[in-house]
């Protein structure tokens, strides 16, 4: 399935002046408080947290809790309102909307609960979008588009559009999309949250696959305690704070059909 890549191991930047180690993203003190006329919702409060390079991390909580909206401002689709944000060290408010464009074409790559894929072109077509942003000739972006289709078992499907597809191959095209970049960190906003649950332990097992062989850093945002517990650390957030950030335990995955008190 998908190649392994020895060179990406986890662990922090090493930058390349003064050797300091930097984390892959660094919130400090972030609020977020969304505006809409006279009522404003404090989304997020004082959120300091990082996730470093090679990390697979599960962000959980109840509905309306602010998982999206911090998901979205690690991913760069928004920004804070207060507080620090650095992306290797680099403070994210010093970029422009075109640096941050660049950023997130090149480093990041999104899977949706809804797929977002566009119904009106195949799934080869789809997964090239982000290539064709990057000024990519047609027969490369064409070739690695394929390519990235069969590494994800849907090769087959290439000329096919989302609509004669099952839920579970969506999310496949949606997962190459978000791969045929070479990105260095997945972002899921609830992936498995419209799959059925083998399906959707079919797509989580890609995502450790992806993680563990070739260190591409997962951040993933799901309220199913099953699979939040493919990832190795679970941070909690309730009315927009984070009330718990913990290693899942070694064998944690092992009793996912076992007693969860400490989880619930
Ligand atoms: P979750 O993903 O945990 O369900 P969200 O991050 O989507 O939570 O939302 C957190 C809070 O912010 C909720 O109260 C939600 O209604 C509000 N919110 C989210 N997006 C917007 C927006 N674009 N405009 C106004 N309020 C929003
Ligand atoms: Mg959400």
């Excluded at 998908?2 to 400090?28: H, K, S």
């Excluded at 563990?212 to 909690?236: C, E, F, K, N, S």
Aim: hydrophobic residues 40%; proline residues 5%; aromatic residues 4%.
């Amino acid at each position: 399935m998908l190649a392994r890549d020895g060179n990406r191991r986890p662990g922090r930047f090493v930058t390349q002046t003064g050797g300091i180690e930097v984390a892959l993203v660094e919130l400090e003190s972030v609020d977020k408080v969304y505006r809409t006329g006279k009522i404003s919702v404090e989304a997020l409060k004082d959120i300091t947290l990082s996730v470093d390079s090679g990390e697979f991390v599960s962000i959980m909580g109840p509905s309306g809790s602010g998982k999206s909206t911090l998901l979205n401002i690690i991913g760069c689709l928004d920004r804070p309102t207060s507080g620090s944000f650095r992306i290797q060290g680099k403070p994210v408010e010093s970029l422009t909307d075109s640096n941050l464009a660049d950023l997130r074409n090149k480093c990041l790559g999104f899977v949706f609960q809804g797929f977002h894929l566009l119904p009106r072109l195949t799934s080869r077509q789809n997964v090239e979008i982000p290539l064709v942003y990057r000024g990519m000739a047609p027969a490369e972006r064409r070739a690695r588009s394929e390519k990235m289709l069969a590494a994800v078992g849907i090769g087959e499907k290439s000329a096919r559009f989302p609509g004669e597809l099952s839920g579970g191959q969506q999310q496949r095209v949606a997962l190459a999309r978000a791969l045929v970049g070479e990105p260095l960190v997945i972002l899921a906003d609830e992936p498995t949250g419209n799959l059925d649950s083998a399906t959707g332990r079919e797509i989580m097992t890609m995502l450790l696959d992806l993680n563990r062989d070739r260190g591409i850093t997962v951040i993933q945002v799901t309220h199913d305690q099953t699979m939040a517990l493919y990832g190795r650390r679970i941070i909690r957030l309730r009315d927009g704070g984070v009330v718990e950030d913990s290693p899942v335990a070694e064998g944690g995955r092992d009793s996912i059909n076992g007693p969860l008190a400490w989880y619930c």
